[in-house]
């Protein structure tokens, strides 16, 4: 099964940051997309942010569940945050600290 209506951004990268695939799986989410509906990307997907903006234009009142990397998100607020993030709830948390 293959999904093809799902808009799918390219990322942003920070240089400097360390990889934690060894704690959260190659794809962010401990590989569970290995079981998911594999998603069609676009040759020339849209910026994240770009797909942030086109959302809320759309929905305005577009809430943002983040359970991975942060990146995407920081860089739409600190760039281009003409159209605010009406919430933003974030899961973190930590494995192997006291």
Known sequence: ?????ILVG???SKRGSSDAAHIHGG?????A???LPKVKVPKNPLKSSEVITKILKKFPETQV?????????????QQYNSLP?????????ALRVP
């Open 33 to 35: 997309s290995n079981f």
């Open 10 to 12: 390219k990322g942003v």
């Open 65 to 77: 569940l983040i359970f991975g990397p942060m990146t995407n998100v920081a860089h739409y607020i």
């Open 85 to 93: 993030i009406s919430r933003v709830i974030a899961m973190g948390g």
């Open 1 to 5: 099964m293959e999904v093809d209506d």
């Open 27 to 31: 794809d962010g989410l401990g590989n």
